[in-house]
């Protein structure tokens, strides 16, 4: 089955502490994002990768970090620089084409501060 | 500062009418648009896309498009209780050179009444 994978589903941070979320894509597309969504809000774009090593800030970085060392995987990290972390965070990924992007999400994970 | 905009709703229909959602986006020079379906704490589905001015139908989809206004519609015939959930508008927009963002509106929440 192709298809994008979460994990955790459900996540639990205490104050100060940095969590980190997990996604992997079996498509094999170059693209992957990452994605808040807060209650009556839009999707959010955090940081994006177009490829291996790369990775660029989106509308709202501060506070999280991301690494892009596979094309599978695109893991984010939420560092205690972000002050208000509870949120719905959505993975997707997308084939790398100069004009269209249709984006595949994953399941999402819903992060909640103890 | 480029914008997706979306009626919030919720927008509520009787079953077996045509439920029409609506989308204005501030680029003009935006080329690819879509719809995406999100049920409640789920991830969001790509239901239509759309790249010319025009109507694209899909089974009971149609998605509507008018560069010259930019206006981006969804209309959804014979309306069904299972299509209530939140309608997102994405826009593809260029923010220089070879970067394209997907931005997306706020949703639209559908109701449909049994």
């Known amino acids: 089955d192709g298809g994008i994978t979460q994990s955790p589903k459900y996540l639990f941070r205490k104050e100060g502490q940095n969590v980190t979320l997990s996604c992997e894509q079996n498509?094999?597309?170059?693209?992957m994002y990452w994605y808040r969504q807060d209650p009556g809000q839009g999707l959010r774009l955090i940081y994006y990768s177009q490829i291996v090593n790369d990775f660029q800030k989106g509308d709202i970085a501060e506070g999280y970090s991301v690494s892009r060392e596979k094309k599978e995987s695109f893991p984010l990290t939420v560092t205690s620089a972000q002050k208000n972390p509870t949120a719905f965070y959505l993975c997707?990924?997308?084939?790398?084409?100069?004009?269209?992007?249709?984006?595949?999400f994953g399941s999402g994970t819903q992060l909640s501060v103890l | 500062q480029k914008e997706v905009e979306q009626n919030s709703g919720p927008l509520s229909v009787p079953e077996g009418a045509i439920a029409s959602l609506n989308c204005t986006y501030s680029?003009?020079?935006?080329?690819?648009f879509f719809w995406y379906r999100q049920y409640s704490g789920k991830s969001p589905e790509l239901i239509m896309s759309?790249?010319?001015?025009g109507d694209k139908e899909d089974g009971r989809f149609t998605a509507q498009l008018n560069k010259a206004s930019q206006y981006v519609s969804l209309l959804i015939r014979d309306s069904q209780p299972s299509d209530s959930a939140t309608y997102l508008c994405a826009v593809q927009m260029n923010y220089g050179g070879a970067t394209n963002k997907l931005i997306f509106g706020t949703g639209t929440l559908l109701a449909v009444q049994p």
């Open positions: 498509l094999n597309h170059d693209a």
């Open positions: 997707a990924s997308s084939p790398r084409t100069p004009r269209h992007e249709k984006l595949f």
């Open positions: 759309i790249y010319s001015n």
């Open positions: 680029d003009r020079g935006s080329q690819s």
